[in-house]
């Protein structure tokens, strides 16, 4: 599989607790987000998004929070389970792109048992 | 196909030797991207299709990068005469159609084509 950079922020959490990942975006102009979930060998995968008029959104087990003012988002997790062990990344789109998602450096998650 | 395919998983070459990776995406999705993604970082854009034509290649590094899609479908990123800063992983990505701004509408990433060069 594919193994990620020691450089990369950690987060470790017990199976059951609430996990929070933070992501500090660039762009004030942005107006769309998502996060990505990466498993070790896989591709990114969607799991939520968030446009920049609204604060908060919530999905099954996870709830993102924007906050534009400091230009902060993050990504809650409840009841962590092992299989949410991952690299978890955020991505950004600029109004009026080219459609190009930038993405922010991951969180690794890991899940103890 | 059921999701996106790449291929090779795997390629190494030596220095000076191009390069041919492929895309097939998911049946019928318009949009077709690629990034390269070092380790520990996410992915960097590289280039974009809505159907053949390529609609933004400002993320290509210097003109050794090409891309093409032209029948809309299957993709081929070219590196010529590579070299070893070209190693990363290459992964394609497609989605329904070109606008993102709605979640059931976000890309699909494939697994990638892990280059190393030598």
């Known amino acids: 599989g594919e193994s990620v950079g020691l450089h990369l922020p950690t987060l470790s959490v017990q199976e059951g607790d609430n996990s929070i990942i933070n992501c500090a975006y660039s762009?004030?102009?942005?107006?769309?987000f998502i996060w990505y979930k990466q498993e070790s060998g896989k591709g990114p995968q969607f799991i939520i998004d968030?446009?920049?008029?609204?604060d908060k959104r919530q999905g099954q087990r996870v709830t993102v929070l924007l906050n534009k003012t400091v230009k902060h988002l993050s990504l809650q997790i409840a009841a962590t389970q092992p299989g949410d062990s991952a690299v978890y990344f955020c991505a950004e789109i600029l109004s009026g792109s080219a459609r190009q998602l930038t993405f922010g450096s991951g969180t690794q998650l890991t899940v103890l048992p | 196909g059921a999701g996106v395919s790449q291929s090779p998983r795997y390629k190494v070459t030596k220095r000076g030797q191009d390069v041919a990776l492929r895309c097939d995406p998911i049946?019928?999705?318009?949009?077709l991207y690629w990034y390269r993604q070092a380790l520990g970082q996410g992915p960097e854009f590289l280039t974009y299709f809505n159907y053949e034509a390529q609609q933004d290649k400002s993320g290509l590094p210097n003109d050794r990068f090409s891309a093409e899609r032209p029948e809309g479908s299957i993709s081929t990123l070219t590196i010529q005469r590579t070299e070893q800063r070209d190693s990363a992983m290459y992964r394609c990505?497609?989605?329904?159609?070109?606008?993102?701004?709605?979640?059931?509408?976000?890309?699909?990433f494939g697994a990638g084509s892990r280059l190393t060069v030598l």
């Open positions: 762009n004030s102009a942005s107006d769309y």
């Open positions: 049946s019928g999705h318009v949009s």
């Open positions: 990505a497609s989605s329904p159609r070109g606008d993102f701004y709605s979640g059931a509408n976000v890309l699909t």
């Open positions: 968030i446009r920049s008029n609204m």
